[in-house]
């Protein structure tokens, strides 16, 4: 059954390359392990019940690369979806992530979107208002930062890395 939803922006990425900055690459190390400490109570942190989606952008994957690291899951196991914002898909797909999310519910404990301005701002409220009944205030998300979504607990906390802040 589903606990938490975690929709984390991209970090950082060098100007003339896909691949993230140094800086963002720690940064993203920093939140993954923030994530790793507030769903482990849920979720056990093995890859077992989560499932990690990516955007198919090269510093989305790497990011998610790095989250996968933390919560002991395989990077084979990151799924690519150009739903999540690529070249070919420019406006955000929200009733498609939200079927997936509906989809997946019963069978994952932990949902994880590594997605771009677009979806990591529009993303949370949307699901909060269609899928999981729950008031999400559209939110700003800088680069590195995420919003973990408690189903259960019906909290939303934006994660910026240093601390877990009530919205």
């Not at 923030?34 to 990011?63: C, F, H, R």
């Not at 898909?89 to 009733?95: C, D, E, S």
Request: charged share 25%; hydrophobic share 45%.
């Amino acid at each position: 059954m589903l606990r938490f939803v975690v929709i984390v922006r991209h970090g950082e990425n060098e100007a003339d390359a896909e691949c993230l900055t140094k800086a963002s690459r720690l940064q993203i190390n920093i939140l993954a392990r923030q994530i790793k400490e507030l769903i482990q109570d849920g979720v056990p942190v093995n890859g077992g019940g989560i499932l990690l989606m990516s955007s198919t952008a090269e510093y989305a994957q790497e990011t998610a690369g790095i989250i996968s690291f933390w919560l002991d899951m395989k990077e084979a196991d990151i799924v690519l979806t150009p739903l999540l914002f690529s070249d070919s898909v420019k406006q955000p797909q929200l009733g498609q992530v939200t079927k997936m999310v509906s989809a997946k519910r019963k069978e994952c404990q932990a949902i994880i979107f590594v997605t771009h301005h677009e979806y990591a701002e529009e993303l949370p409220s949307f699901l909060g208002k269609n899928e999981l009944n729950l008031d999400v205030q559209r939110t700003p998300i800088d680069k590195g930062n995420a919003i973990l979504i408690d189903v259960t607990l019906r909290k939303v906390r934006l994660l910026n890395g240093d601390e877990a802040v009530n919205l």
